[in-house]
């Protein structure tokens, strides 16, 4: 009978703490969801000197511990603090927008500036053509118009 019992006893504490899963700080799934949270701009911080940091890590290992998956957990904090509170935006619409936005003030301002571009080289073409030289008097038109022929004989 005893020996029945102590066998009984020492399974029992070997299957036990396999069973209880009680997550920690150091935990595969622990690191996954904090790693994935803002912690309102917290998340660079010490854990030592950031009492907002040390809050977080409380309720995630209480959330780990209560049984909730990650996704509930990630997604009960995005109910709360909405998509300010991942690190990267979330995929839904408003996710897609976020990671969309810098890309298209790119764009807008490389057409910006090439609009810019382009009509600073038109001006500055066309007063080049404005700035034709007026002759004074028939005489010096004439005599540049010679010269000009003259030289142009000389190299061809």
């Known amino acids: 009978m005893n020996r029945k019992i102590l066998i009984t006893t020492l399974l029992l504490l070997i299957v036990i703490p396999g069973m209880t899963t009680a997550f920690t700080y ?4 622990f690191k996954q969801i904090i790693g994935q949270l803002d912690m309102q701009g917290h998340a660079d911080h010490e854990l030592s000197t950031c009492s907002v940091k040390k ?4 309720e995630v290992i209480e959330m780990l511990n209560g049984g909730k998956t990650e996704t509930e957990i990630i997604q009960s904090y995005v109910d709360e603090y909405g998509q300010a509170a991942l690190r990267t935006p979330g995929g839904g619409t408003s996710g897609w927008i976020a990671w969309g936005m810098p890309a298209a003030g ?3 301002g490389s057409v910006i500036v090439g609009v810019w571009l382009r009509k600073l080289t038109v001006k500055k073409a066309e007063s080049k053509l404005e700035t034709k030289e007026e002759w004074t008097s028939e005489v010096e038109k004439e005599i540049a118009v010679k010269t000009f022929d003259e030289e142009r004989r000389k190299l061809f």
Do not use: F, T
């Not at 150091?26 to 799934?29: A, G, H, P, R």
């Not at 809050?55 to 409380?58: L, S």
């Open 26 to 29: 150091n935990s595969k799934e």
């Open 55 to 58: 809050i977080y890590y409380d």
């Open 106 to 108: 790119v764009g807008i």
